[in-house]
């Protein structure tokens, strides 16, 4: 099925979000088992109640997966859109600490329609050729979906931190890529959404302990195997990225569910 690009505010107007609502957005860290452990999950479930959000978006399918299965999310929530890199609608390698945790990673996309059949499916494409137009798998989908709820659209991952600061925080002003989640905030805030919350991302800091963290398998690629998030050799500046998400949470400029102190209690 030909699905033609739509721009980043079509595909938003899609869901029926309005910049003032409160959106969840829900990131790749759910991928780390050791950071979510019971008595945290019991913690973030109950400030979702408490957020009582307008919409709720979820980084790739398959995290969705870990954030019901878990806990973090009750089994009657209802995920308004999903977006997820095209090449994973097409390849499925998955770059994921333990890629075997979603074998049925397909699956999972139905799973979502079925509890919400509203649910919009925004594949993306963030580097390389950006087409007009991709072809969409309509397999993925249940049979009565409505096909225009799938969407495709692009964006671009370069980003300097003063741009995106405003000031000099010591993180340099060369421009490097973004990872697509981070790539989203900036997407979110770009088209003036106010009241943005977040759970699942890395933003507690460059300084966060890496020694809970899990070392990734991804397939054994060089990459990623045996490494923990920070020393990950993509062209990525993870570190970077969290000092930034850090530095808008302390400023107001997102609000983070999830909290670093809450954290290293359960751990301990």
């Given amino acids: 099925m030909k699905i033609i690009k739509s721009s980043k505010e079509d595909l938003f107007k899609s869901v029926g979000i309005n910049q003032s609502d409160t959106i969840l957005y829900l990131g790749g860290r759910i991928d780390d088992d050791n950071l979510y452990p019971s008595e945290y999950i019991k913690y973030l479930n109950s400030k979702i109640k408490k957020l009582n959000p307008s919409k709720i978006i979820c980084h790739n399918h398959f995290y969705a997966k870990k954030y019901y299965q878990k806990g973090v999310l009750d089994i009657d929530d209802k995920i308004d859109m999903v977006v997820v890199q095209y090449d994973y609608m097409t390849q499925g390698?998955?770059?994921?600490?333990?890629?075997?945790?979603?074998?049925?990673?397909?699956?999972?996309?139905?799973?979502?329609?079925?509890?919400?059949?509203?649910?919009?499916?925004?594949?993306?494409?963030?580097?390389?050729?950006?087409?007009d137009s991709v072809?969409?798998?309509?397999?993925?989908?249940?049979?009565?979906?409505?096909?225009?709820?799938?969407?495709?659209?692009s964006f671009d991952r370069g980003y300097s931190p003063k741009d995106l600061t405003g000031e000099d925080l010591g993180l340099g002003t060369n421009t490097r890529n973004a990872s697509d989640g981070f790539g989203m905030i900036i997407n979110l805030l770009n088209l003036g959404f106010s009241d943005l919350n977040i759970l699942g991302f890395t933003a507690f800091g460059s300084d966060e302990d890496m020694s809970y963290h899990t070392a990734?398998?991804?397939?054994?690629?060089?990459?990623?195997?045996?490494?923990?998030?920070?020393?990950?050799?993509?062209?990525?500046?993870?570190?970077?990225?969290?000092?930034?998400?850090?530095?808008?949470?302390?400023?107001?400029?997102?609000?983070n569910i999830e909290d670093h102190k809450t954290l290293m209690s359960y751990l301990k």
């Avoid at 060089?222 to 530095?247: A, C, H, M, Q, V």
């Fill in 93 to 131: 390698n998955l770059q994921t600490i333990h890629p075997s945790d979603y074998s049925d990673y397909r699956e999972w996309m139905k799973i979502l329609i079925n509890k919400n059949p509203k649910m919009v499916c925004g594949m993306y494409i963030s580097e390389g050729q950006k087409p």
């Fill in 135 to 153: 072809i969409a798998d309509t397999k993925w989908f249940t049979e009565d979906y409505e096909k225009n709820k799938i969407k495709y659209f």
């Fill in 216 to 255: 990734y398998e991804c397939r054994g690629d060089p990459r990623f195997k045996g490494k923990k998030l920070f020393d990950l050799e993509t062209s990525e500046d993870l570190p970077t990225e969290s000092n930034i998400l850090k530095y808008w949470i302390n400023t107001g400029k997102i609000k």
